[in-house]
């Protein structure tokens, strides 16, 4: 959704409540592209500081199903996003791209309420996610999902290029 910032730029200290709804249904990254589960609409707070500075504050929820990085099953990853912002209106957006040293979520004169999430989601995506604490992933040779079956595959199966650090660990245990 495009917001028309005008209305905000128009008078020092003018402030805008706006409610946005988001339009997105899949959050699209480096990391994949992952569905949205249930989203709220963003509430966002815009203030003219002054001397063209714009102060954006606004919060949403949403949650997304994104696989498990043991075993792949789904998981749903609540994300609850606290969005504070300063942009410089008098800026070129290319400047202000360069400047915030990512896409740019303002273009001309409109806010694009969806791209400001993204940047937001790529700041707040956690560094592991998993389906449950103990998840026991997949098997390495034959790929079953170990927390809902057994395989009767070798574990010895080991790199090659840890066979020094092996013989020594054997070593020691026979001391």
């Not at 200290?13 to 994949?32: I, R």
């Not at 102060?55 to 996003?81: H, K, M, N, W």
């Not at 990512?102 to 998993?130: A, F, N, R």
Request: net charge negative; proline share 3%; hydrophobic share 35%.
């Amino acid at each position: 959704m495009l917001i028309d910032l005008h209305e905000v730029l128009q008078d020092d200290g003018k402030v805008v409540q706006k409610d946005a709804a988001l339009e997105m249904d899949t959050y699209v990254s480096d990391f994949g592209e992952f569905p949205i589960a249930s989203k709220a609409p963003v509430s966002l707070k815009l203030q003219n500081r002054g001397e063209r500075e714009l102060r954006i504050q606004g919060s949403t929820e949403l949650t997304l199903i994104v696989p498990c990085d043991r075993c792949l099953s789904e998981v749903r990853v609540p994300f609850a996003l606290q969005i504070e912002r300063d942009v410089d209106m008098k800026q070129t957006d290319d400047e202000r791209t360069e400047a915030l040293d990512e896409t740019s979520y303002i273009e001309g004169y409109h806010l694009d309420v969806d791209q400001l999430i993204c940047s937001e989601m790529l700041v707040s995506w956690p560094s592991k996610v998993l389906c449950r604490e103990d998840c026991r992933g997949l098997c390495r040779i034959c790929g079953t999902d170990l927390n809902k079956h057994t395989c009767s595959c070798s574990d010895d199966s080991s790199d090659p290029r840890m066979a020094q650090i092996q013989e020594i660990f054997r070593k020691f245990k026979e001391v």
